[in-house]
């Protein structure tokens, strides 16, 4: 059994629960936190341990899963706890994943551990079909669209405006968009034209809707590049009708071969997901087998999804796979 | 640069011959052929060989791509040329994989070569996403789907029989089992209800159509279990609307996390290819890469795309990688 930690008790870290739950050859073990242990209450019978304790569970925890959020959490936590763990994060703040990984890297190494950073979906799943597609097709263009799902960041943005109490916001791929890639067709394509957004927004008492309104679709990198709705609901509302935390996205590159480029062939991943988070963990927990594998042959340092050879996600043996899937 | 050699001058040979000019990093050498060389013209200036003296070569090829067919060639060719280099194939019989690993496995690690197996779409990259969407999705189900695309394999079974001149085939997914699939639905699906079979004949003069027909449409293993429509066309509307080879394919994985299984997720991963060969042709350059760099690494034996980690596929770097597609 492949004995397993979480940090962080958030969405992710219940997600991580149910994946742990999912996958035979894994138990959970512990659950470490930041906050206060007794305040903190999984759904299964596992023990709460206070973060500062870590180090006493340095021989019990194969590999740990950082489930705590990229902005603050993750360039902290993910060198620190390499030093006692082998570690797999979902850092995804791509523009500073260069900087990530040449910390972890240096703190993995050190200790001897591996540390897999940057799982998840995107990063993670459509990175892996965009190296695939690329090294495939070179000859070639790469698209990727997200949703129909919400995004964490906008509602968060959303949710700073003076009068909103309360939002949920949705990007949404533009369907015509979606088809012309799909096609082979190779456009280009502006912001506006790729994605539109949706924002479910609940007012504080006495707020001006309009002025709320204006104060969403002009901003800046979040919105204004954007075809922005905005629909004034109830908080009744947006408890019933966006509780959840769907996404989906499509990876598509689309390229020619042959004579003057006369054969034209479209590669194209794409998930629709309930559970952003839930997913998110099931591929966490499938790239902890893979990081516990790794560190049981001896290799040490920071690895991403590129790094990995499939079979180490899966449970089942090489002959197995090539006689059951390949 | 590495130094590609191709081993059979057909339309997966020349599908190399693009593919290698695609790759900046790939140069290729030579040409060898169990044919009269002089009977072959690569559309390229590169020396053609016959395959008895590719020993000759043995320090100037990097990797070999095996362009040959499954059915008889590669189970003897592999192995074979493995004793004298680094060695790609397409080996597609599915039912045949470990055996043909075992051989091709024996010979490389007895002569200190790297051989990669049953590359291509399928198997290939559809085994990758099987692969990857089942370690992600334990709690879930695999289906795939082939086409609208030629099938080489029941167009030959076609032209065996008596009365008919040529022949293409097209294995054509079910639009609505598609749909359900890619719902979620989990649907439980029969041979018939996946796909069904257009066959383009052309009679010799004075064949029965009717017979034909019926040869065809009750034909075991390849044609009985499906709804198959026989289309009688003259051998120029044969050459004029169904000389390529274009295929396609879909590999869906449906499943289940949380409570209960509440949340749903659809991992998809799909193909659509002008020309088949081609496309197959440039999956196996992205391979030898991999083949090459193993070896020069000091690997040693059978490898398929399970094995092999996505970085090794592209030209890039791996901070180039982190930076850019990651």
Redesign the interface.
């Known amino acids: 059994m492949i004995r397993i930690g979480i940090l962080g008790y958030g969405n992710l870290g219940r997600?991580v629960e149910?994946?742990v739950e999912?996958?035979e050859d894994m138990e959970l073990v512990a659950v470490f936190t930041r906050r206060d242990p007794a305040s903190v209450k999984p759904r299964t019978n596992v023990p709460v341990v206070h973060a500062d304790k870590a180090a006493e569970w340095k021989d019990k925890v194969d590999v740990l899963i950082l489930c705590g959020g990229s902005a603050t959490d993750l360039p902290e936590q993910t060198p620190a706890f390499a030093k006692l763990f082998n570690v797999v994060d979902s850092f995804d703040t791509?523009a500073n994943?260069?900087a990530h990984?040449a910390a972890v890297d240096a703190a993995a190494k050190a200790a001897g551990h591996v540390g897999v950073i940057?799982v998840g979906w995107d990063?993670g799943?459509f990175?892996?079909?965009?190296?695939?597609s690329?090294?495939?097709?070179?000859?070639g263009t790469d698209y990727t669209f997200w949703g129909r799902g919400v995004s964490q960041g906008h509602s968060d943005a959303i949710r700073r405006v003076p009068g909103v109490k309360d939002a949920k916001q949705y990007t949404v791929p533009v369907p015509a968009a979606l088809e012309a890639v799909?096609s082979?067709a190779n456009p280009t394509l502006s912001t506006r034209e790729k994605h539109t957004r949706e924002c479910y927004v609940v007012l504080e008492e006495g707020a001006d809707a309009a002025a709320v309104e204006k104060a969403i679709v002009t901003m800046p990198n979040y919105f204004s590049d954007y075809d922005t709705t905005v629909h004034f609901i109830s908080e009744e509302e947006l408890q019933r009708d966006h509780a959840g935390l769907p996404h989906a996205g499509f990876v598509v590159r689309s390229g020619a071969?042959?004579?003057d480029g006369?054969?034209?062939?479209?590669?194209?991943?794409?998930?629709?997901?309930?559970?952003n988070p839930?997913?998110t963990?099931?591929?966490l927990a499938?790239y902890a087998?893979a990081a516990h594998r790794l560190a049981s042959e001896g290799a040490k340092g920071c690895k991403?999804?590129?790094?990995?050879?499939?079979?180490y996600?899966?449970?089942r043996s090489?002959?197995e796979?090539?006689?059951v899937?390949?």
Chains 1, 2 share one sequence.
């Not at 006369?262 to 629709?272: A, P, R, S, Y």
Request: hydrophobic residues 45%.
């Open positions: 997600g149910y994946a999912a996958n791509h994943i260069p990984f940057s990063p799943m990175s892996l079909a965009r190296v695939y690329n090294a495939v097709l070179t000859n799909r082979g071969t042959g004579k006369e054969h034209k062939h479209v590669i194209e991943f794409n998930l629709k997901l309930d559970s839930e997913f963990a099931c591929v499938a087998r991403t999804v590129l790094d990995i050879a499939p079979a996600l899966s449970a090489g002959a796979l090539r006689a899937l390949l």
